[in-house]
Structures are given as structure tokens and as C-alpha cells.
């Protein structure tokens, strides 16, 4: 979830206490929190079958005056569909829990994520040549996950080719018309009865009491929208059909996990893997038990301003790190740079290379389209420092401090 916590000027009243500071306090500091989740582990796999580039092939965005495009709105929702499986109306609540970029989104778009735009979309995907799509990620699916295909069809027999006999009943079905029945039946025509074990009501009050039907029957309208049994709250025939792509799609993507991920376990001869809760062990892994295990993914940013000083990328447990080599999947997928972010007035646009001559001084003033300029030793020890006292005061207020009056309850300063 992408939050922000204030931290009131910690380190400008610890300085102060200490004597080391008179002058006016410094800049507050804010403590940002962005949920990555499974996101960048999907988007590995939507990477790697093309799935964005295809939709913006056969969904194509021909009016400028669209703010998100149709293909990248389609993203949204197929993301959303395979982490969260909101409605279409809680895709923009859904985004913003998470980091946008994750979704495909800059900053512009992700604030034109809502159901119009997603439905409009879905509009789209209608009209378009959605055979032709699919057929086109079939294909990508042969070709870069190594998916064969040759038993899909009827071809010539061959003799390493092995059959089997399946036998099917049918029962034959005979009815016919009980006319007393009908007769029976005839008589209550055009009356609507009802039925109540109060024979102190009136008729009146049996129809009033009736009337009430609706409150009850909300309740079991919540049991399948808000504990998670979704319905399609689609009127438009075209948009249903056009969703129901999008979740072929979302099942092909978790078909592609799942073999992958057993494949790796098969050839390291791993048996098992820890993914059951209390870490009972699993010999089949699911999609939906790896996406739950990356649930919880976060990164946190100590802010001055607007300024990065300190990045706390997702701290990945030892399962979560064999997971994703057993997928393929780098670990610098859950470390990324954000671009256009300043570390403390430098520039971090695509991370490729550090040089161990560049000073604040030159850095602060070069051009950094390609090269990050990172500050030095010094700086990174007095922001370790700064980052180290902060963390230690929130967690004072937090859980209140020890027995002491020093540190955090329950913490040993020593450890």
C-alpha cells in the first residue's frame, strides 16, 4: 500500500538535545511506503511473453485525446484480475495501493485509471480481431516458453502415438404431458400467494413484512461482492465477452507459473517446497500459493521534501528468494530505481554504472541520462547514521521505551 508516515523533525531534536544544533530546525521527514506485492514477478512473465506490446498491436489507441491508452488500461485490469480480483469500479482504489509504475503507469496516467476509461477499453477489445490476438500469443507462447502444440489437432497416425478407448453413456429421456396436473395448476393463475406461520397478521401486513425481502437477500449480495465472490457487474454483452478474454489470459499466465516452477523443482530435485500455511510443505506448487507468498512485498523511502535520503527495498525471505530462481526470475526485480527521483539532489535515471570518481561536486552538475551519480562514502554513512536514529525514535512511539527509558520496549540496544 503506498503511504506516507510523517516523522516530525526527529533528527533536528536529537541534534538539538545534544547541543550539536541552535540554528532553526530542519526539513520534516516523511517515511514512504509503496506495496509491490507480486507485481514485479507477473510483469517478469508479461515481459517475457509480450502480452503489452501485442494488446497495443491489436487494441490500438488512434484518439490523442485518450489519456490512457486502451492497451494499457487492458494491463491494468489483467494485473488487477490475477493480484486483487477487484470490480471494475475499484480498479483506481486497487492502483493506488500499489506502486502505479508496477501496473505500467506514470504518474499522468495512474491518475486516469476508473471505470470509464477500463470499460471504454473493454469496448475496444470487443471490435477488435480478438482471434488474431489470440493466436498471436499462442504462438508467443510456443516460441519463448517452449509450450508444443502438436497434440492439438488430428493429424496422421503414427506409431509412437498411444490411444485409449473412452465409453460414454446416454440415457434416452421420454416425458409427457399430465394434463391433470395442468388443470390443477390453471386454477391459481394470476395470484401471487404467501405463506406466514403469524396468524396475527393481515393480509396487508403479511404483503408489508414481504416487502422487507430485499434487506435480507443484501446480505447475500455482500457475501458474494465483498468477501471476495466477485460478480460480473456488467449490463454491456460485448464488455462481458471482452472481460471473459482477459481472463483467459489471466489463466494462461498462471499456467505458464505453475509448470515453470515445477519443471525447476524437478530439475534440481527439489521434492517440496515450504508454501502451505505453517510452512507445511507442498510438492505441486499453485499460481496462487507463489502470488500469496509475495503478498505482503513492500519498499519503504525515508523522504526530506521531496528528496530520497534513505531506500529500504522489499527484505525477501530465503523461500522467496529460491522461488523466484527456480522461476528465472532476477532478485533486482523487487530493487528497482525509481527514474527521475533525486538521492539527495542526484539524479537516478536507469541505473548502468557508478563510477568511484564522480564527487558530489561533478555529479551534482553532470548530466546523468544514462549514469547514476551516487554521493560518497561520507554521505552514505551520515545518511545510514540519520536513517538508524529515526527508525529507532518511531519505533519508541510505537511500542513505547524500555524498562530503562531507553530504546524501544522489548528491543536490546547491544543486539
Keep these: 500500500m503506498t503511504t506516507e508516515h510523517s ?29 509491490l506485492g507480486p507485481l514485479p514477478l507477473l510483469n517478469h512473465f508479461l515481459g517475457r511473453l509480450g502480452l503489452e506490446p501485442l494488446l497495443a498491436r491489436y487494441v490500438p489507441t488512434e484518439d490523442r485525446r485518450v489519456a490512457l491508452p486502451y492497451a494499457t488500461a487492458l494491463g491494468v485490469l489483467l494485473r488487477s484480475l490475477l493480484v486483487e480480483r477487484e470490480p471494475i469500479y475499484r480498479q483506481a482504489e486497487t492502483v493506488r495501493t500499489f506502486t502505479p ?20 477499453a473493454l469496448d475496444r477489445l ?14 508467443a507462447v510456443g516460441k519463448r516458453f517452449g509450450v508444443q502444440f502438436a497434440q492439438l489437432h488430428r493429424g496422421r497416425p503414427r506409431p509412437q502415438r498411444s490411444y485409449r478407448k473412452l465409453t460414454r453413456r446416454r440415457p434416452d429421456l421420454e416425458w409427457s404431458l399430465d394434463e391433470e396436473a395442468v388443470a390443477y395448476d390453471r386454477k391459481s393463475d394470476g395470484m401471487y400467494p404467501l405463506l406466514t406461520n403469524d396468524r396475527t397478521l ?25 468477501h471476495e465472490i466477485a460478480p460480473v457487474l456488467l449490463k454491456n454483452e ?4 471482452a472481460l471473459f478474454t482477459l481472463y483467459f489470459l489471466t489463466l494462461l499466465v498462471q499456467g505458464l507459473i505453475e ?25 505441486a506448487p499453485t499460481t496462487e500459493q507463489v502470488l ?10 525515508l523522504l526530506r521534501g521531496d528528496r530520497p535520503e534513505q531506500v529500504f527495498h522489499a527484505d525477501l525471505t530465503d523461500l522467496q528468494r529460491q522461488v523466484l530462481d527456480l522461476l528465472g526470475v532476477p532478485a533486482t526485480a523487487y530493487r528497482p530505481w525509481r527514474r527521475s527521483a533525486q538521492f539527495r539532489g542526484y539524479s537516478l535515471r536507469e541505473v548502468r554504472n557508478v563510477g568511484p570518481e ?27 547514521a540519520l536513517t538508524t536514529r529515526v527508525t529507532w525514535r518511531i519505533l519508541e512511539r510505537r511500542w513505547g521505551t524500555g524498562r530503562d527509558g531507553v530504546g524501544p520496549a522489548g528491543f536490546d540496544q547491544q543486539g
Excluded at 509448470?259 to 510438492?283: T, V
Design 126 to 139: 470487443f471490435d477488435a480481431d480478438r482471434a488474431a490476438l489470440l493466436t498471436a500469443v499462442l504462438v
Design 358 to 384: 564522480r564527487t558530489r561536486a561533478n555529479a551534482s552538475r553532470a548530466p546523468c541520462d544514462r549514469v547514476t551519480c551516487l554521493p560518497d562514502a561520507s554521505v552514505l554513512k551520515r545518511n545510514v
Design 238 to 241: 460485448g464488455r462481458i465477452e
Design 259 to 283: 509448470p515453470e516452477l515445477r519443471r525447476a523443482m524437478a530439475r534440481r530435485r527439489i521434492p517440496e517446497l515450504p508454501l502451505y500455511p505453517e510452512e507445511r510443505r507442498c510438492k
Design 292 to 301: 500469496r507468498l509475495f503478498s505482503l512485498a513492500e519498499r519503504h523511502t
Design 101 to 120: 509504475a508496477l501496473y505500467g503507469l506514470d504518474a499522468r496516467q495512474s491518475a486516469h485509471v476508473g471505470d470509464d476509461q477500463i470499460r471504454r
Design 7 to 35: 516523522v516530525a523533525n526527529i533528527s533536528a531534536r536529537i541534534a538539538h538535545k545534544q547541543g550539536r544544533s541552535s540554528g532553526p530546525p530542519a526539513e520534516a521527514l516523511r517515511l514512504h511506503t509503496e506495496r
Design 202 to 226: 393481515s393480509p396487508a401486513q403479511v404483503l408489508e413484512a414481504h416487502k422487507g425481502q430485499p434487506t435480507i437477500e443484501k446480505r447475500f449480495e455482500q457475501i458474494k461482492t465483498v
